[in-house]
């Protein structure tokens, strides 16, 4: 008995490197489930190829993993991403390697819909304007302030229709906005089905009131929206951004800005990130801008700390339970 129980204290736990701050409650899955777990800070590729060189899952946040640090990783069976984009992993590299990818599915959507409502209302309404005049005393000059807009009518189109861009599109119907979506790889049946209309990229950019792009970043979506798409668009349009930076052409973003061909823009994300602090962009009224944390509500930073843990819970411990749709290269691991 002695023994048995004295091997099963040392049998080794499998080792999990959490890179990047998650939610305590991520935590608490792995802990549970009797994962050995600790956090990178110093992502240095030299530290990183030392303290990654043990561990058989990774959860990673937004820091780049390259294929010359994940050679240094023998043991590793699985990354999973607290979130669902994944352009900061060479997917290559890990099915080279029968290396799993995990995302978390099913907790962003809400919270970054939710964001893009903010920013269309934020620069339709002029909130910030009519808040200012009221503190300033200027009650009654209220004639002054800019025309500000509804969306109620409007022509909202949405560019991905995935989980987030039909997130956006319930919320937009709510507001009896008429929603179109362009998107080549969903059917018109499923468009037609949650009410919204399809239309062309086109067709699209030249009717649009309000703009949302929800696509992944890729060779084919760079620069999706540049010169030729901003001088399609109404002197009204509103665009906002929160996929990813690169999607939007930032040079002519703030050329239609600054010479007003739109009416204004919000954006999560940035060519780069950080973004230099003399980006041009930050200088205009007519933009509203965050630190790429369309995500990061505190419901859903909790979701997807708990999502990416049990990902690498299930992965190893209970395959059954897995999420296969949080799987991103299954085919090739033949789970
Ligand atoms: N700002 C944030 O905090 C944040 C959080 C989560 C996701 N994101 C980003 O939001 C984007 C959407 O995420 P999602 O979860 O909805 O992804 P998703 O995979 O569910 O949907 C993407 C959709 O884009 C469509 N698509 C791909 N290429 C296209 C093209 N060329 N033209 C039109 N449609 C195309 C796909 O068919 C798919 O329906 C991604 O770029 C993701 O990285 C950002």
Known sequence: ??????????????KI??????HPDGWEVLKKSNFECFEIKNFEANNL???LSQVEGIILRTANLEGNI????????IISRHGVGYDNIDINYLNKNNIALGITSTSNAVSVAEHVLTCFLYLTKNIHLSDKFTRDGKFNDKGDLPNFFELFRKNVVIFGFG???????KRCLGFDSNVYVFDPFVSEKIIKELGCAPIDKIDGLKIADYISLHLPLNTKTKNFISKKEFSLMKKTTIIVNTARGGIIDE??????LIENKILGAGL???NKEPPDKVNPLFKLSNVILSPHNAALTLECRKRMAVESAENIKFFFKDKNKLNLNNIVNKLELEI
Not at 251 to 256: E, I, Q, R, S, T
Request: proline share 0%.
């Open 251 to 256: 040079n002519y973003l703030y050329k239609a």
């Open 49 to 51: 190829k030392e303290e």
């Open 163 to 169: 989980r987030i861009g039909k997130a956006v599109a």
């Open 70 to 77: 994940l050679d240094h990783c023998k043991n590793l069976k």
């Open 268 to 270: 999560d994300v940035f």
């Open 1 to 14: 008995m002695i023994l048995i129980s004295s091997f099963n204290n040392y049998k080794k736990l499998m």
């Open 17 to 22: 490197a959490i890179m990047g701050e998650i």
